[in-house]
């Protein structure tokens, strides 16, 4: 079978000093598995954390998490190695439509959202992705991820309220964890932090494990079917946006350290990727995404072969078969997530200023400037608007707003003159400074 077929790189025990294994070779098989188990290690720390932060179970999620990675590489042709794992950006719809629908809602708004994902995919596969670039320029972008990660700042300080003390120690855990170690430990910083908050917990008395006597070893995830609520499906909306962004820089990036042009099957990475988030749904697992971790485990070790995410696929679903593990994944105590959510949720929001930075967003601009600011603030507020049945809240309303501000502002300076657009009180250039673009 061709898709399931590799190259042995060179005697498959050895990569030159200028050498990567490319995704259609591999190494021995053993040392093929041993990467693949790492690649687990990698994802796992980030995957387990969103359903405990959304109430979701976990070995659903990881069960789900596996598929999607399979899905992901027959979609792709075996030609982008990827693991898809949970993404922080569903935590704040997920939340939001179970507290108004239930988690039948919520899985409704990931079938929607990966379904619609998927449509994209097909769209880029034939057009490109040109309009992309150009309905998402990089300070609607930005906005719309950093405001994700301020509208869930209220949830972590809520999770830090029952336990203080431990949150406190989970969070510089996985601070001093990231920057201490080198290699693999440092990706873990998310994982072992977690550890290490269990423990302070543990001794504090937080800890419940009644849950996790009684189950068993083996058997399979509690799986659920969605419901569908057109008022609860809005608000996954802005995550197309997140998600569309991750994927084609997970595919930029592969490409960039491999030497391959994978540009052409941008389209199959975000088809594939809504249909992992879809089969999701359908089953009660979170949204996926294709994971940085990974990347940065390949990037140690220079291994990009797609053979190894097939292990990888493998020994998580063999994971989520055991429903201990997933009582112990989910008697997490609150102050441990409260502390995990602190650092992850300003991760998701600081990522937001990353992707402007890259973007070289002007500032002085006030067509960027403006439609960033109200953005965040409807955004971090968790602005309301109730229209008959349907509710939409922060993050849907400051995508909107982004999205239409930005543009708006855009026509109309072209239109009236855009070589002297009017200065906001931010651009503090002088007489002879260029006007700023948008």
Not at 75 to 93: E, H, K, Q
Not at 308 to 318: P, R
Request: glycine share 12%.
């Amino acid at each position: 079978m061709a898709l399931m077929s590799w190259t042995l790189h060179g005697d498959g025990r050895t990569i030159a000093a200028d050498a990567v294994v490319k995704p259609k070779e591999r190494l021995t098989w053993p040392r093929t598995i041993g990467l693949g188990a790492q690649h687990v290690l990698a994802m796992f720390g980030s995957t387990f954390v969103v359903p405990l932060l959304t109430g979701f179970p976990p070995s659903t999620t990881i069960f789900f998490s596996a598929i999607g990675t399979i899905l992901f590489l027959i979609i792709t042709g075996n030609r982008l190695p990827s693991y898809v794992g949970s993404s922080f950006a569903f935590i704040a719809p997920i939340t939001a439509a179970v507290a108004s629908g239930g988690e039948g809602a919520a899985l409704g708004g990931l079938v929607a959202t990966g379904l619609l994902l998927a449509v994209v995919g097909v769209v880029v596969h034939v057009a490109g992705t040109r309009w992309i670039e150009v309905t998402m320029p990089p300070v609607v972008t930005g906005s719309i991820v950093m405001l994700i990660g301020l509208n869930l700042a209220p949830a972590a300080w809520n999770m830090v309220t029952v336990s203080m003390g431990t949150a406190l120690v989970s969070a510089l855990a996985v601070i001093l964890i990231t920057v201490l170690f080198r290699g693999i430990l440092g990706r873990l910083s998310i994982l072992l932090g977690t550890v290490v908050g269990c423990i302070v917990a543990a001794f504090n008395g937080e800890y419940d494990l009644t849950k996790v006597e009684k189950a068993a070893w083996f058997g399979l995830p509690d799986f659920a079917a969605p419901t569908f609520d057109a008022s609860v499906m809005l608000m996954f909306l802005p995550v197309i946006f997140v998600l569309i962004a991750e994927n084609i820089g997970h595919v930029k990036s592969v490409s960039a350290m491999t030497g391959e042009d994978l540009d052409p099957i941008t389209g199959r990475a975000l088809l594939a990727d809504g249909v992992a988030t879809t089969v999701a749904g359908l089953g009660g697992g979170s949204g996926t995404t294709t994971y940085a971790e990974n990347i940065g485990v390949m990037a140690a070790t220079r291994v990009y072969s797609t053979a190894a995410y097939w292990c990888a696929g493998g020994f998580a679903l063999l994971l989520s078969l055991s429903p201990k593990i997933g009582e112990l994944i989910a008697a997490t105590p609150k102050g441990v997530l409260g502390g995990l959510s602190t650092v992850l949720f300003g991760m998701i929001a600081v990522l937001g200023a990353r992707i402007w930075g890259q973007g070289k967003v002007d500032f002085g601009n006030p067509v960027n400037l403006i439609p960033a600011g109200v953005a965040l603030v409807m955004g971090a507020a968790n602005y309301t608007w109730q229209v008959g049945e349907l509710k939409f809240e922060g993050i849907i309303l400051g995508t909107a707003a982004a999205l239409i501000t930005y543009h708006l502002m855009a026509v109309i300076t072209r239109w009236r003159d855009a070589a002297n657009p009017v200065a906001s009180p931010a651009y503090q250039g002088g007489d002879d400074d260029p006007a700023p673009q948008a």
